[in-house]
DNA sequence: TATGAATGAGGTTTCATTCAT
DNA sequence: CATGAATGAAACCTCATTCAT
């Protein structure tokens, strides 16, 4: 179950910055070898050096994705409250994503990936990675009594991630036309009264 | 302001309906002419005798998505509380996408329509129409304080809809594994709860 | 050798009148079924109801042409000089174009009539009836010394003929943007002082 | 004013040459990709590895085309008088067409390149740079009385092009069938006898 | 007479990928 | 390591024409 800690040279970090500039840009429709190569400035055969297919090249995009959550609920940030925690977390990936529009392009596209298996399988477990890592610090913050216990830790965390993709996706569709930290912070504190619970 | 009503003849209803479901099947990539045209049994041309383009089959798609609020929302099921008629609504959606789920794919991929702007329009404006109606009961539902009111309308809004999405979309990602209907009433009452306000 | 007259029904008018329209408007290249069908207001197959071919069509658009000379050319105006005569056949093409810009959009468009063999075999006859007729007025104007015998009656039917063809493409691709007609007076005064006799 | 010289690679020059070939032998409807690629032994999409369109393959035949009468005007062969200069393009030019008839079937197709702008504007400008250049030779001529005043270098100009024109035409839609530079030659002669003034 | 529906053939173009150099 | 050239497959779409009704 251990996964594989893939490393990526120059080059390759590269095609993936690349990548997902196009897709923020123009759609991932508009990422064809063509295009990343014209972007990049060499021939399309370059980029078969690096990467032995297209699909490589989005599985890459999205591995860099995956390690995200894993910056974010560094050590020193976990400490404290699981409110704190979740609100870390939800600001955090916020954040992210105010930072890196395209990412969201690509992490929330899930119907596009259903082509192939491989990239199907490395969504659904990146999403199934991080809510399972959230349902963890709700039922935490429960049983410490921070979080209500009313309702079950899986409709909170559906909740709470649902709430994050749908605004970052309105964010994204409204051609980034609102501040997306800002909102999101508001949100949070909305989310947070709604969850909370007795012992503050 | 008053939209067209727009027909279909029984030929572009058959069309509209296997587009539905090859992009059910095989996702939104596998719904191109030839295999339309396959599965309907016809030449590639006949297709155009029906729609114009493709743009256009998927525009009729939207068109067909973007009626169901109003037939969800008539005028018999809107009385009673505003929490009820959230709650109606929610169940609704679940229960639509539910038996088609082959329209969540659609509507819900709205970074593939980035590519034509009468495709995002559409979508855009069907996400509009549904979050303006919901808005205006939860406001309703404040005045008459069913519903909390220590909490914006918008980010109860916000709440609802990404909670709804989320949760149809990882049903869809499972391969439809879960009962969508079932767990739908659940995650509403835990909304529900969260959202109630003083005077039930 | 004796050409048959056609004759063609009131609806056969109204589809090479409307053919005539299309490819003066829009270009010989937009002269298809379904633009025309569209334009007459039935549907395609309607078509083939009065013509076997779009061929055929465009045979008779041709036929139609191949008799405005015989119109031009009739008793009354064949009195006099042949210098005159000729000048009334120049004219009268330059008028007729005028008035019917799409017929020269057709009949100049020797190429376009390649790929059928009956459609440039008529195209050639038009061009090769009308030489005939023009060399013998001039042969006859030189035989009298209306018109000059240093150069031969082929050379000179060149040099009208051209002339003319040339003015009216000219006056084509500049979008009508000349007054044909007056420009046509003009030119055919500086062609008769070129190709005058002594005895005038 | 000064024009882009465009440089050719050798398979660009090869598909130029070959589609003059298919226009010269099939007529301009039969130069699709498709009969291209056949006649060059190579796949459709290799060829968009060298052109982007087939728009711009046409271009560059015209843009081939526009370049002979740079050829032709060479400065040596543009001492001595008029009447020679002006016999020299004309008769270079039928030279030129008499070895690569397919030319001629571009560079009159006139009608044939309404639909683009790129391609219609590009005919246009070669029709006009060569009219002016006549023109400014015949009324250098006139001024040196070596061509006749009482008639407009304009008309001369149109007569002297729309002979050479129809001539051309002529020979094309006779299969080729008379030898086209003798022709020439005593055509051009009677146009010189037309045209010449007192002092030669 | 007219039409709705359909079609075979073919159009231009794009895609991911391969291979010789 | 990089590229120029090429390709099979497939995309969307148009054309003239036919046929059952």
Redesign the pocket.
């Known amino acids: 179950m251990a996964e594989l800690m893939k490393t990526y040279?120059e080059?390759q970090t590269q095609i993936i910055d690349k990548s997902i500039k196009i897709i923020a840009d123009k759609g991932i429709?508009?990422?064809?070898?063509?295009?990343?190569?014209k972007s990049?400035?060499?021939?399309?055969?370059?980029?078969?050096?690096?990467?032995?297919?297209?699909?490589?090249?989005l599985l890459a995009i999205l591995d860099n994705f995956s390690k995200i959550p894993d910056e974010l609920h560094s050590e020193e940030k976990n400490q404290g409250k699981s409110i704190n925690i979740l609100e870390n977390i939800f600001l955090s990936h916020i954040g992210y994503f105010s930072k890196n529009s395209a990412q969201a392009a690509v992490i929330f596209s899930e119907e596009i990936f259903q082509n192939d298996t491989r990239l199907s399988e490395k969504v659904y477990s990146i999403m199934e990675k991080n809510e399972t890592r959230i349902l963890k610090i709700i039922k935490n913050g429960q049983s410490k009594k921070e979080i209500r216990e009313d309702i079950t830790a899986e409709h909170i965390a559906t909740i709470v991630i649902g709430s994050l993709r749908f605004l970052v996706t309105k964010w994204r569709l409204s051609n980034l036309s609102f501040n997306l930290e800002e909102k999101g912070r508001t949100v949070w504190n909305s989310i947070e009264k709604m969850i909370i619970g007795r012992k503050q």
């Open positions: 040279t080059r429709q508009q990422l064809t070898i063509k295009n990343l190569s990049l400035g060499v021939s399309e055969p370059a980029i078969y050096r690096h990467f032995k297919s297209k699909i490589d090249i």
